[in-house]
């Protein structure tokens, strides 16, 4: 199991940015994905940032991006996207794409066992 994730770079306030997660090993529609961050200085968030229960299709945001940013996923592609728009400063972290195969869904860190190498995306003038 790999995932890739990639699209961070620097933005101004009020940018945007599609981070994307490629996976390899398993079929990304049949387990729990999510993506998570952290903050310079600071310990990865233990919730998600934004995740997908896979059972119903619903997606799930943190109410720090909740209206701003949104996750997509290509099964065909075996990718899914975290497209952030109305970028704040406080957004800047390392972002990290993460699978678990145990479970169709998770908003915790600690129950995911995968993990790509993170993107950074850093919001500043």
């Known amino acids: 199991v790999q995932l890739q994730a990639s699209g961070g770079g620097l933005v101004q306030p009020g940018g945007s940015l599609r981070l994307s997660c490629v996976v390899s090993?398993?079929?990304?529609?049949?387990?729990?994905i999510g993506w998570f961050r952290q903050a310079p200085g600071k310990e990865r968030e233990d919730q998600a940032v934004?995740?997908?229960?896979?059972?119903?299709?619903?997606?799930y945001y943190a109410d720090s991006v909740k209206g701003r940013f949104t996750i997509l996923r290509d099964n065909a592609k075996n990718t899914v996207y975290l497209q952030a728009n109305s970028l704040k400063p406080e957004d800047t972290a390392v972002y990290f794409c993460?699978?678990?195969?145990?479970?169709?869904?998770?908003?915790?860190?600690?129950?995911?066992?995968?993990w790509g190498q993170g993107t950074q995306v850093t919001v500043s003038s």
């Open positions: 993460a699978a678990d195969l145990s479970r169709p869904f998770s908003n915790w860190a600690l129950e995911y066992r995968y």
């Open positions: 090993g398993f079929n990304l529609g049949d387990y729990a």
């Open positions: 934004s995740y997908i229960n896979i059972i119903d299709g619903r997606t």
